[in-house]
């Protein structure tokens, strides 16, 4: 209701709720109770070991730490903050190396050198190498740079 007062009456909005416009009123006059002045200050300390954690930690992580900080609270209610700051931790990825160049198989020559410029068309090619994992291997496309024909 107090979001949606500026474009509908609160006398329309209380009859729809059922609830009074007295007890409305009151209710926005009220201070912040004790557990949402708590939740506040854990916000805080939420933000602050986030920052710390250069945004690793996860709540189970994060808890302990808190607790050592003095903010002794339950994962769950530092979960439901969490998700109300709208934190996210940023994932490591695991480095995978995709080249192996120590081996004993043999490497195509290159056949360009340092050659500047072809003098005729389709003397060389250029080309771009990915791999794509699948679940019976590695494929490996190769497709023409079509910028770098020579």
């Known amino acids: 209701m107090k979001h949606w007062r500026l474009r509908f009456p609160v006398k329309v909005m209380s009859r729809v ?3 009074s ?3 409305f009123y009151a209710w926005l006059k009220r201070p912040p109770s004790c557990k949402r002045q708590s939740d506040e200050r854990l916000k805080v300390a939420i933000k602050a070991a986030h920052q710390r ?3 690793t930690y996860g709540v189970r992580r994060l808890q302990p730490e808190l607790a050592a900080g003095g903010f002794a609270a339950g994962r769950d209610r530092i979960a439901r903050l969490w998700r109300e700051l709208g934190l996210r931790c940023r994932q490591k990825r695991k480095f995978k190396a995709t080249t192996n160049s120590n081996h004993s198989l043999p490497v195509a020559e290159n056949v360009l050198g340092q050659t500047s410029a072809p003098s005729a068309p389709n003397q060389g090619w250029v080309t771009d190498l990915t791999y794509l994992p699948t679940g019976e291997g590695c494929l490996y496309p190769a497709l023409p740079r079509m910028d770098a024909l020579y």
């Open 17 to 19: 709720f059922d609830v």
């Open 21 to 23: 416009r007295s007890g």
């Open 53 to 55: 954690s250069r945004e």
